[in-house]
């Protein structure tokens, strides 16, 4: 089982990255989708999850009203769509299912 999370990168504040998680031998309608992030000395946040029956949605306050969480099962994959990035939304950022979590992408803000 695979969980890979892509499309991280240095982007300055205000601006906007789609961060992708690509799902691989496991069956993406069954699971709820989350996305939580970690950034040196800090402790790990949860960022958003999507459940896997009705695409329920869940935010962190820290997030609301800037992320999109969503989730395409045809394809297996879920997605994390970024808007008016902050300088302290910097961290490295994983998907999971709850069960496992591949590599994060950094996602860097500043100036």
């Known amino acids: 089982v695979q969980l890979q999370a892509s499309g991280g990168g240095l982007v300055q504040p205000g601006g906007s990255l789609r961060l992708s998680c690509a799902v691989s031998?496991?069956?993406?309608?069954?699971?709820?989708i989350a996305w939580f992030r970690q950034a040196p000395g800090k402790e790990r946040e949860g960022v958003s999850c999507?459940?896997?029956?009705?695409?329920?949605?869940y935010y962190g306050d820290s997030v609301k009203g800037r992320f999109t969480i969503s989730r395409d099962n045809a394809k297996n994959t879920a997605a994390l769509q970024m808007n008016s990035l902050k300088p302290e939304d910097t961290a490295m950022y994983y998907c999971?299912?709850?069960?496992?979590r591949g590599q994060g992408t950094q996602v860097t803000v500043s100036s």
């Open positions: 999971t299912n709850g069960l496992f």
């Open positions: 031998g496991l069956i993406l309608d069954y699971y709820a």
């Open positions: 999507i459940s896997a029956n009705d695409g329920r949605t």
